[in-house]
């Protein structure tokens, strides 16, 4: 029926962000600047070798959500989900749990687990906190908290075009 049941991730679905010289001189790194938004990349693996990327994008055109995906080597998304901006913020002191992706704090102080749910699997990546918050406070200086509704109606009227006001007959 309706029912689900959630798998605990295995160690062969478990990705913790690496250390930067085992990839090659590549590190956690900071938020960037990606097309009008901002953008963090941390790399993911088993065994000091690369598996995937972890990303977080924001975008101020798109001001109430933050992009979460995990990538492969080269880039290519494999899993996105999306979380609105305000349960991102809460994630860092209580878990936000949806059908297909929870993120919340670690049982580990200083990380941050972020779970991709799929048909037969669940993805986890554990990233270090600070990186998050970075992130958190770089989409806060492109675009304050108090700011959202105000950007989002300027969207809403570019999406809507020009209007004119017509007598009604």
Do not use: N
């Amino acid at each position: 029926m309706g029912y689900r049941r959630w798998k605990l991730p295995s160690e062969e679905t478990r990705f913790r962000s690496l250390p930067g010289e085992t990839l090659r001189g590549a590190s956690i790194v900071e938020p960037i600047p990606h097309d009008g938004g901002v953008e963090l990349r941390v790399p993911l693996g088993r065994d000091d070798a690369l598996m995937c990327w972890f990303s977080a994008r924001y975008c101020a055109d798109d001001p109430l959500v933050v992009h979460f995906t995990i990538d492969a080597p080269s880039s290519a998304v494999v899993l996105e989900r999306l979380m609105p901006r305000s349960d991102f913020r809460t994630s860092f002191g209580s878990w936000i749990r949806y059908a297909e992706f929870a993120l919340g704090p670690g049982s580990l102080d200083g990380v941050t687990f972020a779970e991709f749910h799929e048909e037969q699997v669940t993805v986890e990546a554990v990233v270090p906190t600070a990186k998050m918050r970075a992130f958190l406070r770089a989409t806060d200086r492109l675009l304050p908290q108090d700011k959202e509704c105000d950007a989002l109606s300027r969207t809403m009227a570019e999406l809507r075009g020009p209007t004119a006001l017509t007598p009604q007959d």
